[in-house]
Each structure stands twice: as C-alpha cells, then as structure tokens.
C-alpha cells in the first residue's frame, strides 16, 4: 500500500477528492474495534476502488507500529502514521475509529465516530450512493 506523509495528507486528499469519493479512517492498533472497521473498509475498497473510492487509513501511531498494523491485517488502502497528529488536528476525530467521508468535490458528507458494527449496511449503503453519483452502475 502507499504510505502518505501527514504534513502533505490534506492536500493530498483534496486532489484525490476531485472526481473521487474518499474515506479516511483515524485510528490505532491498539483499538480493537479498529480492526473491524479497517476490515470493512478494506473490502469496501476492494469493491469499488474501480469505481471512484479511495480509502485511506490515518494512524494515530509512528511509522514502525503503524507499518507493522498495516502488514499485518494484509491492508492494500494508503495509509498514513500520524503520530503527530497533524492530520488529526484538521479531522479532530472526537472517537475511535472515526472514519469520514468526503464527496468527489472535497466536502465531508458524512462521519462515523466510534464503533458500530449494527451500522456496517448503512455505511456500506451510504458509501456506495456516493460512488454511484461519481460513476454509475
């Protein structure tokens, strides 16, 4: 997977979100509710890539952990090690996993904070209109 630089992560983002959805995940390897959410998100990703989605994984952790985390969980999306928060700083997730979503003109459309795998389909549903305005079925 690519590894993305956190001072660069914002504009980076903004050129990825012309013409394209992206979802962008905070989170640590030592949440267990992360792992989840990663995984979800990787098979969304998986899907629809093709179609219009990025996803990136924001890490509140430094590069040797975060690498680590990635490898394991056989993770293809970008990520980013945030340790620093500088990414953080601009989200400001309140929970975690936080994960956004932001339409093909940058703007965020909507925010999951925290964990909650009851919303999986909604997600999923909310993910895939937007890519669907982005390139239709």
Known sequence: P???APPDLHD???SRATGRVVVVMFGASWCAPCEGELRFLQGQYDALHARG????YASEEGPASTSAY????GLT??????????????????????TYL?????R???????????ERDAMAATIRALVDEVSPP
């Open 12 to 14: 980076e983002l903004a």
């Open 108 to 118: 965020m459309r909507a925010l999951w904070p925290g964990y909650h795998a009851d």
């Open 2 to 4: 690519a590894v993305l």
């Open 102 to 106: 932001l339409g093909p003109d940058g």
């Open 53 to 56: 989605l990025d996803v990136v």
């Open 77 to 98: 999306m970008p990520y980013v090690a945030d340790g620093d928060f500088l990414l953080a700083g601009v989200y400001r997730p309140t929970a975690l996993p936080s």
């Open 70 to 73: 990635v490898a394991r969980l």
